[in-house]
Nanobody, 125 residues
Framework: QVQLVESGGGLVQAGGSLRLSCAAS????????MGWFRQAPGKEREFVAA????????AYADFVKGRFTISRDSAKSTVYLQMSSLKPEDTAVYYC??????????????????WGQGTQVTVSS
């Protein structure tokens, strides 16, 4: 069992930056592909980024390419999402999760489990 706790969200002006963290407990964290998703009010949860266990490969949704960077620190059992050039449309609750099925980079929320509680990101215009 893996437990995930996100942090680092907040209110930021458009063009600003935030770094989200996802701290994992559980000895098998290092073996999981990890992903970030987000969900805005009234919308479905959508894929943002993913990373393999060793951190050597990453995948991103088109709408964040060049602005967001996913990384992980296995020693700290933590996955990060560095967000830059934020836009009002990036406003959402951001979740991290472990990929349990499917190919790497799957954008389906059903491929992931052990969801954290989420952290709110609000970008003002």
């Amino acid at each position: 069992q893996v437990q995930l706790v996100e942090s680092g969200g907040g209110l930021v002006q458009a063009g600003g930056s935030l770094r989200l963290s996802c701290a994992a407990s559980g000895h098998i964290f290092s073996s999981y592909r990890m992903g970030w998703f987000r969900q805005a009010p009234g919308k479905e949860r959508e894929f943002v980024a993913a990373i393999v266990p060793g951190g050597g490969s990453t995948a991103y949704a088109d709408f964040v390419k060049g602005r967001f960077t996913i990384s992980r620190d296995s020693a700290k059992s933590t996955v990060y999402l560095q967000m830059s050039s934020l836009k009002p449309e990036d406003t959402a609750v951001y979740y991290c999760a472990a990929q349990l099925s499917g190919l790497f980079g799957s954008t389906l929320a059903t491929s992931y489990g052990y969801w954290g509680q989420g952290t709110q990101v609000t970008v003002s215009s």
